[in-house]
């Protein structure tokens, strides 16, 4: 019998089969029960209007079975089969329009193993099973005809079709299972267990019963596709609980049905709880994407923005049929498309979280509040708008979280900005003796303890109006402090021989001394002039050897000239030097320990105070 041959290009998708590195083989499974799947739709749809059918719903199915003896894996439908033709054309060559497609996007980088992944993600459908099997053969039956077809393939040299019989129409897919190698153990596959194991991860909901061994193996009808009033909230959660692998219960739970451009189902998760490794690389983000309750990928990054890439969840599209999904061009747009509208969703769902359960909120925040503030900094503040009204920062008047929207409301009349102080934590930022004259005019003030935060706060620049400002500033803008401001502009040039000598007393270490118009009841506190802010350079530094380059912040010693210790120093100045310049190194090291900062050598700072309490 003359064999025939495969069509040129099918035959490259073949050999990628064929000699696969592809560590996912198990994928084969998939491919081969959607296929079946697919079949028992089209004979199912034509029972709907053809009587000689003669087959209820409930009549369909797909069995596998294994003989782990002969090595031989049966996939099985009662289906619309195929006629030997059909076989010829269909199994024969690659011809259908999302393959050719696939087939180019292979051959662009037919080098690189990581492209090989899209094999996973998005199918290449029958050849697959050549990924664990030397030999295939295919007996089918074509609905309405009484002769079946076997075709039989031990992969690139071609195939063969023969007349043969069969009871009834559908067709059994029988796989000959390879003999172990040395870095796969096909016989893994013969394993009953391990079959059923690959039904549930890929086939789950596939919505014909899936029977092996008497016993339907998928749950068939995803709680997702279910009616929301027949899902409970309890439901949804021990969905969650089990499916995610968290022993938390989410905060929020969003359910979306669409229609439109494209139409979907998801359900989406917002957990409680950061899983140990989410600030790290080796969490993968990203929802579980089904077609028609066949998994086509259980992480797909491109359905949840980075911001929100803390949400978990599934998301279920009829529309991306696993022969449309090779398209991959076509597809992205539809990706783009649920992800802008799922984006939409978990904002709202958060602010309402937000307003309506603010302790919840909370505890959401201190796990992902820091994933949403770098999406503010992100992309040039693309998304700042978007996210500003989720953002929560500790109030100090409040003591606790509150959004920019209480803050705001909660300004006083004659309140212009919204003032801020940063520290490594709360208690150091409330220190900050520059927060006084702000908390003395009865104003709160927002405490940012994250790195990400001061650059947050300027990307955003204002809310409502108002714009934001440091309690390190020069001008607080305070309304009433001009006085102050004017006798500290006197204070200092009149000092100004002094506050040369502080600088030169630090040897480089300051870039300018001077007198203060905030500090009340602090001798000193330590700002910056310039771009670079302290909490900024403690970033910088934080990073990785290099990486944040050599960010200095310009530091400003700011001196309280109402404070007694500056008439001690005044004096010192004016009669003896050496004691002066201690006291400047003493004032310094002071300043940089209220502003949380260590100070540069701790043996001359004990010997600096030992010497002056002699
Ligand atoms: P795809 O399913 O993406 O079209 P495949 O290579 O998996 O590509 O299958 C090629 C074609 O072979 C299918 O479109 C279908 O017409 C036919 N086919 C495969 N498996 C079956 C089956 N179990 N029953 C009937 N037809 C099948």
């Avoid at 739970?253 to 080796?282: C, H, Q």
């Avoid at 220190?431 to 003030?445: A, C, F, H, N, S």
């Avoid at 300043?591 to 260590?598: H, K, S, T």
Wanted: charged content about 30%; glycine content about 6%; overall charge negative.
């Amino acid at each position: 019998m003359a064999k025939r041959q495969f069509k040129t290009e099918s035959r490259r998708i073949l050999d990628l089969m064929i000699n696969s590195i592809y560590t996912h083989k198990e994928i084969f499974l998939r491919e081969l029960i959607s296929n079946a799947s697919d079949a028992i739709d089209k004979l199912c749809y034509r029972s709907l209007t053809d009587e000689s059918v003669g087959m209820s719903r409930d009549d369909f199915k797909i069995t596998v079975q294994t003989d782990e003896e002969k090595r031989l894996i049966t996939i099985s439908d009662n289906g619309i089969g195929m006629t030997a033709e059909e076989m010829n054309d269909n199994l024969g060559v690659i011809a259908r329009s999302g393959s050719l497609q696939f087939k180019q996007e292979m051959e662009k980088d037919q080098e690189s193993a990581q492209d090989i992944d899209i094999i996973g993600q998005f199918g290449v459908g029958f050849y697959s099973a050549f990924m664990v099997a030397d030999q295939v053969t295919v007996i089918s039956r074509s609905f309405g005809t009484q002769e079946a077809s076997k075709w039989v393939s031990d992969g690139a040299d071609g195939y063969t079709i023969t007349p043969c019989e069969k009871d009834a129409a559908g067709t059994d897919i029988i796989l000959h299972v390879r003999p172990d190698g040395e870095d796969e153990n096909y016989s893994d596959y013969l394993k009953p267990d391990t079959l059923k194991r690959i039904i549930k991860k890929y086939s789950d909901y596939v919505r014909w019963p899936i029977v092996m061994d008497g016993e339907t193996v998928n749950s068939r009808i995803p709680i997702w596709q279910r009616a929301k009033s027949e899902v409970s909230d309890e439901d949804c959660k021990k969905f969650y609980r089990s499916h995610f692998m968290d022993y938390t219960d989410p905060a929020a739970v969003i359910r979306v049905s669409a229609e439109g451009a494209v139409s979907y189902k998801a359900m989406l998760f917002i957990p409680t709880e950061a899983p140990f490794d989410f600030y790290t690389a080796n969490f993968q983000p990203g929802m579980e994407l089904y077609s028609n309750g066949v998994m086509i990928m259980d992480k797909c990054a491109q359905l949840v923005p980075e911001y929100f890439r803390f949400v978990r969840g599934v998301v279920d599209s009829p529309d991306l049929s696993l022969n449309i999904s090779r398209e991959l061009l076509q597809h992205d747009r539809q990706l783009k498309i649920i992800e802008t509208n799922l984006e939409k969703k978990i904002k709202a769902e958060l602010k309402k979280l937000m307003e309506n359960d603010p302790e919840k909120y909370q505890s959401f925040w201190k796990s992902f509040g820091l994933q949403i503030k770098y999406g503010v900094v992100a992309q040039y503040g693309a998304k700042k708008d978007f996210l500003a009204d989720i953002i929560e920062f500790y109030s100090a008047r409040e003591k606790k979280f509150i959004s920019l929207d209480a803050y705001v409301a909660a300004m006083p009349e004659g309140q212009k900005h919204i003032y801020y102080a940063c520290g490594e934590n709360v208690q150091l930022a409330d220190g900050l003796p520059q927060t006084e004259p702000v908390k003395d005019k009865g104003y709160d003030i927002l405490y940012l303890t994250e790195n990400v935060d001061e650059f947050a706060v300027q990307v955003l620049a204002s809310y409502k109006d108002k714009t934001f400002k440091s309690v390190n500033d020069d001008d607080l803008d305070l309304g009433d402090d001009q006085a102050e401001k004017k006798e500290a502009d006197a204070a200092q040039t009149e000092n100004s021989g002094l506050m040369e000598f502080i600088k030169e007393s630090l040897d480089g270490k300051i870039a300018a001394a001077k007198i203060s118009s905030k500090l009340k009841s602090h001798p000193v506190c330590l700002t910056t002039q310039g771009p670079i802010s302290l909490d900024m350079e403690r970033y910088f530094q934080s990073l990785p050897a290099g990486a944040g380059g050599d960010v200095k912040a310009e530091r400003v010693l700011e001196l309280n000239a109402a404070h007694p210790v500056f008439e001690a120093l005044r004096k010192a100045y004016e009669n003896d030097r050496p004691k002066a310049e201690k006291y400047a190194k003493l004032l310094y090291n002071q300043a940089l320990l209220i502003a949380g900062l260590p100070v540069e050598d701790a043996t001359a700072f004990s010997d600096l105070v030992c010497s002056l309490m002699d």
